[in-house]
């Protein structure tokens, strides 16, 4: 079944958007001390409040829950409220400017300012097999602060799309290469070179249960 992309005409009004961990917790009866044990499994959770709609929008959105057939369905969907790294912007080499009173001039060699958050070069994965809680890029313009704490990337795998949030400032070397701290772990590796998403990142989904199926303004789903 192919995997759909979710309708730009519906742009919820509130989110709820969280990572839930796959965790189990043994209480002792006799001394009530508590056990944790954490599984590989933890999965996004989205739950939303889409606004009122215009009857146009109206069958849009009963046409998209239709083609998601229940939970059998799935859905390319990302962070709503994320809008691309929080990095700060490049500093501008000043002695590659120059200026008259109208123009702005750039040496193309040079790095300027960068005003959109934006990533900064072509990340990829780099190194194969990997896993755990941290992920080898390369690609990166060097030597900057190429991903912030809370920011998303994601990227493709034999198994899906995977999407994780970025948990400490990333940097990377004079080479491009950044070492990068994410949540959740690794469960699937990437291949060496994968294109790694960091404008709109997103994983794959789909609907909670049979009636979120339902056409409501309060749809949940959950990363399948």
Same mark, same amino acid.
């Given at each position: 079944m192919t995997t759909l992309t979710f309708p730009a005409a519906l742009i919820p009004n509130q989110v709820t958007w969280h990572l839930e961990p796959n965790t189990a917790v043994f209480v002792s009866p006799?001394? *009530? &001390? &508590?056990?944790? !044990?954490?599984? $590989?499994?933890? *999965? +996004?959770?989205?739950? /939303?409040? !889409? $606004?009122? /709609?215009? $009857? &146009?929008? +109206? *069958?849009? +959105?009963? #046409?998209?829950? #239709?083609? /998601? *057939?229940?939970q059998a369905g799935r859905v390319y969907y990302g962070p709503p409220h994320y809008r691309g790294t929080t990095a700060p912007t490049w500093t501008a080499n000043l002695s590659a400017l120059t200026c008259d009173s109208t123009t702005v001039t750039c040496d193309s060699t040079a790095l300027v300012n960068q005003e959109s958050a934006s990533g900064f070069g072509t990340p990829v994965v780099d190194g194969a097999s990997q896993s755990g809680q941290y992920l080898d890029t390369n690609g990166w313009i060097n030597n900057v602060t190429v991903l912030s704490a809370g920011d998303y990337l994601s990227y493709d795998t034999t198994r899906g799309r995977s999407l994780h949030m970025v948990v400490e400032d990333a940097t990377s070397n004079s080479a491009g290469e950044s070492t990068i701290r994410i949540e959740p772990p690794i469960r699937t590796a990437p291949a060496d070179g994968a294109s790694i998403e960091t404008e709109s990142p997103t994983c794959i989904m789909t609907l909670r249960d049979g009636m979120s199926g339902a056409p409501t303004w309060t749809p949940y789903l959950r990363a399948a």
């Open positions: 006799i001394s *009530r &001390a &508590a056990q944790t !044990l954490e599984l $590989p499994g933890a *999965r +996004w959770v989205c739950s /939303m409040s !889409l $606004p009122t /709609m215009s $009857p &146009a929008t +109206w *069958r849009t +959105w009963t #046409a998209f829950l #239709a083609k /998601m *057939r229940g």
